[in-house]
């Protein structure tokens, strides 16, 4: 079965700090994708990223980045000089690449909500 | 395209009433998924729909539960009997898989609605 854990709960930061959204994932499947997803006030999901587990580069995109260790089995989510904008509740999640009976079904962590004061 | 859009937003209905939430997904989406979220928890997957077959569906959905997908376009999603316990957010999401009736490429991102709330009273 699969599971993500997301141990953080709840983060404040300051603007313009750094911070580290961690994600652990526990899956028996060697074929998988890993999504980071953020859910701002006004409820809608949205995508942010997607990685394969056969690809453990690291990714930047603007001030976010994504750290992939297949090793550990995380992957953790960094935003480089918060702002209040960035404040959202962020899902860290995992699907089985294809085949079988899941469908791509994607299986959510808790959430770690994410809150920087101006 | 305007992305996946869920009617209604809200819905607050009494203890036994059945309710029914539909979901537009992005036209050229073959997937369909349903998804419950309770307050501070993550999304909770319920079933999936394949163009208007229905492959896989959770545990969680109960016999109370029914989605359905015809045409392979809209999909809809009756909860009879509600119960307090029935009370979350239903989102829905969309893919786009390699090919029509294709059953590849499952990491494709899913793109979701903006969730129908229920509260039962």
């Not at chain 1, 587990?53 to 992957?75: L, M, V």
Request: with cysteine; hydrophobic share 30%; charged share 20%.
């Amino acid at each position: 079965a699969q599971k993500v854990t997301q141990a953080q709960t709840e983060i404040s930061v300051v603007e313009k700090e750094d911070v580290t959204l961690d994600c652990v994932y526990e899956t028996r499947d060697t074929t998988y994708y890993l999504f980071w997803y953020k859910q701002p006030p006004s409820g809608e999901l949205v995508f942010l990223i997607r990685r394969n587990s056969f690809d453990e580069q690291n990714e930047i995109s603007g001030r976010y980045s994504w750290n992939f260790q297949k090793s550990t089995s995380s992957f953790n989510f960094t935003i480089t000089a918060s702002q209040v904008v960035d404040s959202a509740v962020y899902f860290c999640a995992l699907s089985e690449a294809g085949g079988g009976t899941s469908y791509g079904k994607l299986t959510f962590g808790q959430g770690t909500i994410l809150t920087v004061h101006p | 395209d305007t992305g996946v859009s869920q009617d209604p937003r809200h819905k607050i209905t009494k203890r036994g009433q059945n309710v029914t939430f539909r979901c537009d997904p992005i036209s050229e989406h073959n997937r369909l998924y349903w998804y419950r979220q309770t307050l501070g928890q993550g999304p909770e997957f319920l079933t999936y729909f394949q163009n208007e077959a229905q492959l896989e569906k959770s545990r969680l959905l109960s016999d109370r539960f029914s989605a359905e997908r015809p045409k392979g376009s809209f999909s809809t999603l009756e909860i009879q009997r509600t119960e307090q316990g029935d009370s979350a957010m239903y989102l829905c999401a969309s893919s786009l898989g390699f090919a029509s009736g294709s059953l590849g490429s499952f990491g494709n991102e899913q793109f979701f609605g903006p969730g129908t709330r229920l509260t039962v009273l």
